[in-house]
């Protein structure tokens, strides 16, 4: 069905839907920048840990890879276009009036859900960088989600609300 291995299972592992997140983190010189994510994964809660998975090819590996201080803005549906934007190293950069600094690290206003995080450790694994950090800050609001699934975006209506 598939003549590549690697698109056969780039293909079985988009059947797994994810939300869509933004990593951002500031450079040397203050500005910030933002990458578009979804191998987020929650991993200890005592102490409160999560992972993502940082691609070597990415032109933002350094500043990534580096950063001791991040954050997560997780995206709500109707936010595909940061998604779309910040899959580029050419639009990464976020205007101050776009972000905050949440707990010390910097996030979007927009999103669903924020937590901030400091790097606890990082594992290379293949072509990715495992970047672990430690949840030092973290809140979340209602919505509906933006969805990643078979390599589309969608949305998840939030099952809570009336
Ligand atoms: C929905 C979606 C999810 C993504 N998830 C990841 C991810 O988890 N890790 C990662 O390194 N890149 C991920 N990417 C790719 C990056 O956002 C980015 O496109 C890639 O690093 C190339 O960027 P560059 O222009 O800096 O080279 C994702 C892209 C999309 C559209």
Same mark, same amino acid.
């Given at each position: 069905?598939?003549?590549?291995?690697?698109?056969?299972?780039?293909?079985?592992?988009?059947?797994? #839907?994810?939300?869509?997140?933004?990593?951002?983190?500031?450079? #040397?010189?203050?500005?910030?920048?933002?990458?578009? &994510?979804?191998?987020?994964?929650? &991993?200890?809660?005592?102490?409160?840990?999560?992972?993502?998975?940082?691609?070597?090819?990415?032109?933002?590996?350094?500043?990534? /890879? /580096?950063?001791?201080?991040?954050?997560?803005? &997780?995206?709500?549906?109707?936010?595909?276009?940061?998604?779309?934007?910040?899959?580029?190293?050419?639009?990464?950069?976020?205007?101050?009036?776009? /972000?905050?600094?949440?707990? =010390?690290? *910097?996030?979007?206003? /927009?999103?669903? #859900?924020?937590?901030?995080?400091?790097? $606890?450790?990082?594992?290379?694994?293949?072509? $990715?960088?495992?970047?672990? =950090?430690?949840?030092?800050?973290?809140?979340?609001? *209602?919505?509906?989600?933006?969805?990643?699934?078979?390599?589309?975006?969608?949305?998840?209506?939030? *099952?809570?609300?009336?």
């Amino acid at each position: 069905m598939d003549d590549q291995p690697e698109q056969a299972f780039r293909r079985a592992m988009s059947a797994f #839907a994810t939300g869509v997140t933004v990593v951002s983190a500031a450079r #040397a010189d203050g500005r910030m920048s933002g990458i578009t &994510v979804n191998s987020l994964t929650s &991993v200890s809660l005592q102490p409160r840990l999560l992972l993502w998975c940082l691609g070597d090819q990415s032109e933002r590996y350094d500043l990534f /890879a /580096a950063a001791e201080t991040w954050g997560v803005t &997780v995206l709500s549906a109707g936010e595909q276009d940061l998604a779309l934007r910040f899959a580029r190293a050419e639009r990464e950069g976020i205007d101050d009036g776009e /972000a905050e600094i949440f707990f =010390g690290a *910097p996030v979007l206003r /927009a999103g669903l #859900a924020h937590l901030a995080c400091r790097t $606890h450790d990082r594992r290379l694994a293949g072509d $990715h960088l495992i970047i672990i =950090g430690e949840v030092t800050g973290f809140r979340a609001k *209602p919505g509906d989600a933006l969805t990643f699934y078979r390599g589309l975006y969608g949305r998840a209506d939030d *099952p809570r609300s009336t």
